[in-house]
């Protein structure tokens, strides 16, 4: 295989595995805790796990964010590791806005559906 066949390889079996984990996640939590809680952590874990950073600069390869700036602030610092932390803030603030929608829209009407006592 080449370096880029790798790296495709490799970027695949990580995003398979964080569904896999997230779909876990999420049938463990299915009667343990209440849709807007579930849906909250699921698209919040999503966003941690799927949020892709440059390792640094001139590198034209993705990593997961949540690696990159765990690993640059234990080895460089926080600014080093700011690049890696912005996306992730957007990615969570859009998952909990993304919650809120399905909270106003869709689970609002299941709990409130005709016919449920």
Excluded: I, K
């Amino acid at each position: 295989m080449t370096g880029q066949s790798d790296y495709l390889v490799a970027t695949l079996v990580y995003l398979g595995a964080a569904l896999c984990a997230l779909g876990a996640l999420f049938w463990w939590l299915r009667r343990r805790w209440s849709p807007l809680w579930r849906w909250l952590l699921l698209l919040a874990g999503a966003a941690l796990l799927m949020t892709p950073a440059y390792p640094y600069e001139g590198v034209n390869t993705f990593a997961p964010a949540l690696v990159v700036a765990a690993f640059q602030m234990l080895t460089e610092g926080p600014e080093a590791a700011a690049h890696a932390v912005r996306p992730l803030v957007a990615a969570l603030g859009l998952a909990l806005l993304l919650t809120l929608l399905l909270y106003f829209t869709v689970l609002r009407r299941a709990r409130h559906a005709p016919g449920d006592h």
